[in-house]
């Protein structure tokens, strides 16, 4: 408890004033608000990507907030791909909600990608863009926090025009790294970019 000392003076007045006003903030209680979150429609989340690799397709829902962190994978979907008006190909499941094809991209090539699942259908419809080579590819030293880490750098050119956005998989001692890596040509339009792929996930990076 703060001690309150009572004066005579306009001064002392002032002091008890302002000691009051501290001991009442101090005493004051909490409350604890919970808030109800309403039920919400599940989406659906779907993760294609097309390159000269193949077709791979991830189809997963999202989660409510009382959801544990535990993705909840689609199975039995029916998804296909079609190239510039052909005769669509039908992906493979192979685990859960991961399905696969061995169609291939080609720069300036159309594709119209269709998904099934559950009674609702999705489409979409993309052009590969031109492939941008990577012309360098080495490992630099950065001090962070007291360490020196090791960072996968890469340099490449951007071709001009904007539109063009990057994404880099990282692979630490074969295992992938979970960051994310991506990054478009608003800043870098038609020029030679640095790119260095940072890893804070654990101390078993280099």
Do not use: W
């Amino acid at each position: 408890m703060i001690p309150l000392v009572l004066h005579r003076t306009a001064v002392g007045k002032v002091m008890y004033t302002g000691c009051l006003a501290i001991f009442m903030m101090m005493a004051s209680c909490e409350k604890i608000i919970e808030l109800e979150m309403p039920d919400t429609e599940k989406l659906y989340v779907i993760e294609a990507v097309l390159s000269d690799a193949g077709c791979r397709v991830n189809l997963s829902q999202t989660l409510a907030l009382s959801d544990s962190n535990h993705y909840d994978i689609v199975s039995g979907a029916r998804i296909t791909i079609t190239e510039d008006g052909k005769t669509p190909v039908r992906l493979t499941q192979v685990n859960g909600g991961y399905y696969r094809a061995g169609i291939s991209g080609k720069s300036g090539g159309s594709y119209a990608l269709r998904v099934e699942a559950n009674g609702r259908v999705f489409t979409s419809t993309s052009v590969v863009p031109a492939k941008v080579a990577i012309d360098t590819f080495y490992v630099t030293e950065r001090l962070f926090f007291g360490r020196t880490r090791k960072v996968a750098t890469l340099e490449f050119q951007d071709p001009p025009g904007l539109g063009n956005v990057y994404r880099f998989i990282q692979y630490v001692n074969t295992k992938k790294d979970n960051g994310i890596f991506i990054t478009n040509d608003h800043l870098i339009d038609g020029r030679k970019t640095v790119y260095e792929m940072l890893v804070f996930e654990n101390e078993e990076a280099p």
